[in-house]
């Protein structure tokens, strides 16, 4: 990673590995077996429906959304059971999917956040011991690089290589900036109320947008933590912005509509008005002409990017945030016990996996052959991260 001297790195892993053997208290980290069969084979599983490639048991139901590398080697997921999990993406040939964990006792509430090279994971906690977040080093069996005390952190942090800074919300009504390569504090934003919202940056990376609970989304300079501009959403954000590729738009959830606002000066472009509140984050089609967004009112809405006008609507319910596969033809949501995988053209459904333990935000390898998402319920080991094939249950490989 860069910042870093292999001394250094060293030194760092071996104290994080110390701390981790000296915790005599820490909870047994759960063993579930790999399910049987060949790398890359699709097991069946409803007769009804797409096979899976494995499933992975966590102590706990799974707390955040899976993340791939880069290399599209691993996922990483954290668990109610205070761990974060490296997996293999593939089906292994030993009797299970993990390559290495890392133990917090304040709990994994944040999806985690890979940097561009995959040497780190940054990811936040938070709970009854307060908040961090938390630099791991994957190359080294995830050890710990560095932790910062915020206030608890329940939103994903967002990397910038160019000012080499991860942002992070927090619920102590503050946008942190942080040193990548050593921890320390460029800056921090204040709002008014906590920060539930993932922050995201621009194309340019000059720019940091995040909602407040203070009902506002801001636009900050990231070299300097200064304000550009501010848009009041009528309520509090708890959805994470997404910007456009072209740099032009920023769109978030406003209450019971999705805003899009123009990203220069934080004017209104239009709003699109659904019948409850938007607490999934929305989605953008590589192209930008299309945005998805899940509503309280139980519809997933695909919305066109240059009017706010309709394009189709789906009744699935849930408030999942929706993953896009690369082709963009497939869109995967999570609602209730059912993972959707939908055209993104019409809003058809392609098909759905059922998991009677409930099924969270999902993320889809670059491959496009597989899917993965968590679930659990609320007992010790009932958690489960699985992987599922795209297809419809044939050999993926």
Not at 208 to 222: E, I, P, Q, T
Request: hydrophobic share 35%; proline share 5%; charged share 15%.
């Amino acid at each position: 990673m860069p910042g870093f001297a292999n001394s250094a790195v060293l030194v760092l892993h071996f104290s994080g590995l110390c701390s981790r053997l000296a915790s005599a208290d820490q909870p047994p980290i759960p063993s579930t077996p790999g399910t049987p069969g060949n790398p890359g084979v699709c097991q069946p599983f409803r007769p009804d429906g797409p096979g899976y490639r494995w499933m992975f048991g966590t102590g706990y139901r799974v707390t955040t959304q899976p993340v791939v590398s880069p290399d599209e080697q691993t996922l990483y997921v954290g668990s109610g059971d205070e761990h974060i999990y490296a997996l293999h993406t593939a089906k292994t040939n030993t009797h299970t999917q993990l390559d290495w964990d890392f133990f917090t006792p304040e709990g994994v509430v944040s999806t985690p956040a890979v940097s561009a090279d995959g040497k780190a994971v940054f990811f936040g906690t938070g709970g009854g011991f307060g908040g961090n977040v938390y630099a791991i080093n994957t190359t080294y069996g995830g050890g710990q690089l560095w932790k910062v005390q915020t206030g608890a952190v329940f939103t994903r942090p967002a990397v910038s290589n160019l000012q080499k800074t991860v942002f992070v919300g927090s619920y102590d009504n503050n946008l942190y900036a942080i040193n990548i390569a050593d921890g320390s504090l460029r800056w921090k934003f204040p709002t008014l109320k906590s920060v539930a919202s993932s922050p995201a940056v621009s194309l340019d990376q000059k720019t940091v947008f995040v909602g407040s609970n203070d009902g506002n989304l801001y636009a900050v300079n990231a070299a300097d933590g200064t304000l550009r501009w501010k848009f009041a959403t009528g309520g509090g954000v708890q959805t994470s912005p997404a910007v456009s590729s072209d740099k032009k738009m920023v769109i978030v959830g406003c209450y019971k509509d999705l805003c899009a606002i123009n990203a220069a000066d934080g004017t209104l472009r239009w709003n699109f008005t659904t019948g409850d509140e938007v607490l999934s984050s929305p989605v953008l089609s590589s192209d930008n002409k299309a945005v998805f967004v899940g509503s309280d009112d139980g519809n997933l809405y695909a919305v066109n990017t240059a009017d706010g006008t309709l394009r189709w609507k789906n009744a699935i319910g849930g408030r999942s945030t929706a993953a896009v596969s690369p082709d963009q033809k497939t869109l995967f949501y999570g609602s209730g016990k059912n993972l959707h995988a939908v055209n993104t053209a019409d809003g058809t459904l392609r098909w759905k996996f059922f998991f009677a333990g409930g099924v969270g935000d999902s993320a889809v390898s670059l491959d496009q052959k597989t899917v993965f998402f968590g679930a659990g319920g609320i007992g010790p080991n009932e958690g489960k991260v699985v992987a599922v094939c795209t297809a419809t249950g044939t050999r993926t490989t």
